[in-house]
């Protein structure tokens, strides 16, 4: 689907503008993970919207859902300062399982014995007093069954932060090159791709069916109790897309709203932002938990957007979160 990079010039400018938005193809490493370069620059990070205003946008959600968002204040100003490549999708089954063939790593799910979360389609609502029909932790899921079939192509799920690192590390062993996964500043730059929205597309929750898998009619008809919680359009995806199934951002990334929440480096602080550096931020010096971004298939759209923060702990493996890598540029 074509996309614009930036707003119509005259036509003179014409061929300045094909090669401002012209990018290289994108690269691939050992595990076929293509990449696409992300450009240094500055962007307004965080969101400091009234409750009232949110309430009005997702009128399914309780008034308590918008008095927990404090943590995206204040919205100041960062610059990236150096250009970084970003994996155009979330890391794959089908790539994961290569990795751990090639490098013998053990995710935690199997090491530790406790298994991850799944999804049981047994589950009746009518008659189970849970509210909904995941389990876990229980060794019958990890990454290989979460409960629901995945091919080659979607989204790992039940991995944790320390998995995802490991495979950082095996591949900058592998190719020579430095693979890490995104700070938050360098992941919430990359959604908004010069926005200034709530999603990549804007503002309104209705466009998500457009660009990413998040929690639709589709996905609701598995979880009636929160039905009314459910984008009211059809995405396609009950649980977890293929990569790529949907519309791009401007830099040319995928499903950075939903599909799987995506783990990135930083230590989660509460007040962090209030006192963050304008230059490349990495986040507090230490923490208990680690900061995850994005959504997923699972999620409401009002933390689909590109400023909300969650996280887990490092050990955290769960149905609804994955993995997506940067790429030191070549010097």
Known sequence: MPHR?????????????????????????TLGIAFVRV???????GSDEPASRLAASYPGLEPSRFEGLSDEAPVHRVRITRPFEMARHEVTVGQFRAFLQRSG??????????GGYGYNPAYDPATTPRRDAFEGRSPRYSWQNPGFA????HPVVNVTWNDATALARWLTQQEGRTYRLPTEAEWEYACRA?????????????????VGNTFDADAAANWPAWRARALPGHDGHAFTAPVGRYAPNAFGLYDLHGNVWEWVSDWYGEDYYA???????????????KVRRGGSWHTWPLYARCGFRNWNTVQTRYTLV??????????
């Open 150 to 153: 995945q091919g080659d192509d």
């Open 194 to 210: 010069g926005g200034t929205g709530r999603y990549q597309h804007g503002d309104d929750p209705a466009g998500l069916v457009r």
């Open 322 to 331: 994955g993995i997506r890598l940067v790429r030191e540029p070549k010097r």
């Open 105 to 114: 790593h053990v995710p935690e799910s199997i090491a530790d014995g406790t």
């Open 39 to 45: 450009p240094a620059g500055e962007f307004s990070m």
């Open 5 to 29: 990079c930036m707003p119509p010039l005259a036509l003179p400018a014409l061929p300045l503008l094909l090669a401002a938005c012209a990018a290289p193809p994108p690269a691939s490493d």
């Open 275 to 289: 006192r963050s550096p304008t230059d490349d931020p990495q986040g507090p010096a230490d923490g208990s938990v």
